[in-house]
């Protein structure tokens, strides 16, 4: 039956699909629910998330619900499940787990102090309370009458069990134990730090610390820390930093089968001279995690630190023998560490550079061989010498290159000279200098005899018809290997249509059109071209609108049989083969 697991495995992100296979019979039953309760907060929306709560409170020991009993919180009456649902759990977002809780008070007119209070509504309950110190898991009383003893003698046996073990009725603790306390199942970590949400929520991170939840972490591949920088509260700077550290501290001990770590941090966060900014102390737990990771294969990063520090590359560095993948977005000490690093990272296949380079590398800087496959050029690298470097050291190495609007003639030079095996091409345009990025790329093209995959872009929606002329003659030097074509420009149909005609070999086409008015005659172009060519076997158009556009029912099903109607704001390269 490990075929039949198989199968369902390819369904673990399909909530239709595994609750259709929930229902045929038990086994399957059994198979399904797994699945189904690894990710939950990732399969349902966000408007039915708080079943999943009220399922994990279901969950809850006696004991537990005992204990807010008498903290004077009564709890919603949920039947017992018939699966002991927590221990499946192998991805945890904290962001959608409080989301998920807010909406549980709110559908069920609970207050959230019942969810996050740290004071019993019992008035009695509190009175005792003052008479108890905790220390070190016991407690000590302090009577000062006849009367204070008489009650410590009477509760003393469940005020013991009570306040020694959760000293606060919280029911987000409560559900985090639940969840932490005894499975090792979980894969995936992603923290957003200093939640923002209506009840100021804020996920305590000592509970991904405390010893007896080393468990629960062991098997983690997946770690990601986000910063949320617009915040309706004042955080508690301080206190975050110093748990953030005794986070990295402890999973650089325990958590050291990391495959993936991404860290994103607002700037204003991240500037030394700042008011408010991570402490070096932070710095240097990041590179004692890293260091400590045996499997680590994708970094993705904006971190940035002050330029006295050990260098994050040299952390890196460490992990040259794993390290397939690299995100850097605004690359900061663009420096000998980091062209040292590129040297290093012998199986680094991917490499991304976001945003902008604070640093220009200098020219006379040479690199050995890479093993580049796919690279990633983001917006205002063209100044900065590293670039040419990059794509000479990768040469027939480099299948996949994007350039998102870092495009000159020095880079296409490189590329004609050094990666002629380049597959996948992305290219943004900018109306700025379209006309002459488009003479260079006419003679890029004619030299890329492998090239099977193709985007065409612009930032702006394009309203000028001049820049389709140049795209009509670029259209000419197409090499006959490229099978499929994707056209971000609001082209005009009869503009369209020309540039069609001298691209009879494509096998796919992809149209991404950002304009509010689409014209009938779009779509008979795009039917039109496809009855007349054979090779061409699917046309999709992306848009942003609402099917069915602006346009007559009748006739846009009849379309439909040519063209596939997908909506999408942003196209994704991972879901579309370039990456």
């Given at each position: ?9 390819q ?54 619900k ?10 919603p ?18 962001q ?12 069920n ?70 969840l ?92 030394p001279?700042?008011?408010?900014h ?5 710095h ?23 330029s ?11 992990q ?5 993948h ?8 663009s ?22 380079s ?6 006379d ?8 496959k ?18 000479k050291s ?7 290159l994007?350039l998102?609007?870092?495009s ?16 996948h ?20 093209f ?30 000419k ?17 009869l ?32 039917m ?18 609402d099917?069915?556009?602006?346009l007559d029912l ?26």
């Amino acid at each position: 039956m490990n075929f039949l697991e198989n199968i369902l495995l390819q369904f673990q992100d399909d909530l239709c699909s595994l609750h259709s296979c929930l229902l045929v019979n038990r086994y399957w039953c059994r198979l399904v629910i797994p699945l189904l309760w690894s990710q939950p907060f990732e399969l349902v929306k966000e408007t039915s998330s708080h079943k999943i709560i009220r399922t994990y409170i279901s969950c809850l020991p006696k004991e537990t619900k005992k204990r807010f009993r008498i903290g004077g919180i009564k709890l919603p009456n949920y039947q017992r499940t018939l699966f002991d649902y927590p221990i499946f759990l192998k991805k945890f977002d904290t962001q959608k787990f409080c989301r998920a809780l807010n909406k549980t008070f709110l559908m069920n007119n609970i207050s959230p102090q019942y969810f996050y209070s740290t004071r019993s509504k019992n008035k009695f309950n509190n009175i005792l309370r003052k008479q108890i110190k905790l220390f070190k898991g016991f407690y000590v009383t302090y009577p000062k009458n006849n009367f204070d003893k008489a009650i410590n003698k009477c509760f003393k046996p469940i005020l013991k069990q009570y306040y020694s073990t959760y000293p606060n009725p919280c029911m987000a603790k409560e559900i985090l134990y639940l969840l932490f306390n005894h499975s090792i199942s979980l894969k995936f970590l992603i923290i957003n730090s200093c939640l923002n949400n209506r009840y100021k929520m804020n996920i305590e991170l000592y509970l991904f610390i405390q010893r007896n939840h080393h468990n629960s972490l062991q098997n983690l591949h997946t770690f990601e820390l986000d910063f949320v920088k617009k915040l309706s509260y004042n955080r508690d700077w301080k206190r975050e930093d110093s748990l953030l550290i005794e986070l990295l501290n402890k999973m650089s001990e325990f958590v050291i089968n990391l495959i993936k770590i991404r860290i994103e941090i607002p700037r204003d966060f991240r500037e030394p001279w700042e008011e408010q900014h991570l402490t070096s102390k932070f710095h240097q737990s990041l590179c004692k995690l890293i260091e400590s990771q045996t499997k680590l294969r994708t970094f993705i990063s904006n971190y940035y630190w002050d330029s006295s520090e050990t260098c994050l590359y040299n952390s890196l560095s460490s992990q040259s023998n794993t390290l397939s993948h690299l995100t850097l977005m605004e690359l900061t000490h663009s420096d000998h560490h980091f062209r040292n690093g590129l040297s290093s990272w012998k199986y680094l296949e991917t490499l991304e550079l976001l945003g902008g380079s604070d640093f220009l590398t200098p020219s006379d800087v040479e690199l050995n061989q890479l093993s580049i496959k796919n690279l990633f050029i983001g917006q205002n690298y063209e100044p900065d010498p590293l670039i040419p470097k990059i794509l000479k050291s990768s040469n027939i190495n480099l299948r996949k290159l994007i350039l998102d609007g870092s495009s000159n003639a020095t880079i296409f030079d490189s590329i004609i000279k050094f990666c002629p095996q380049i597959t996948h091409l992305s290219i943004s345009l900018s109306l700025d200098d379209y006309n002459y990025i488009i003479s260079l790329l006419s003679n890029l093209f004619s030299n890329l005899y492998q090239l099977k995959y193709l985007k065409l872009s612009s930032r702006e929606i394009n309203k000028e018809s001049i820049i389709f002329e140049s795209l009509l003659k670029l259209s000419k030097s197409f090499p006959l290997s490229l099978k499929h074509l994707v056209l971000e420009f609001n082209m005009h149909y009869l503009n369209l249509d020309h540039f069609l005609k001298q691209c009879h070999h494509l096998i796919d086409l992809d149209i991404i059109y950002n304009n509010n008015i689409i014209q009938e005659e779009l779509f008979l172009t795009l039917m039109e071209y496809k009855q007349n060519n054979i090779n061409c076997q699917k046309i999709r158009f992306f848009s942003s609108l609402d099917y069915p556009y602006n346009l007559d029912l009748d006739f846009l099903n009849n379309v439909s049989t040519y063209i596939t109607f997908v909506k999408d704001k942003i196209f994704n390269f991972n879901n579309n083969n370039l990456w």
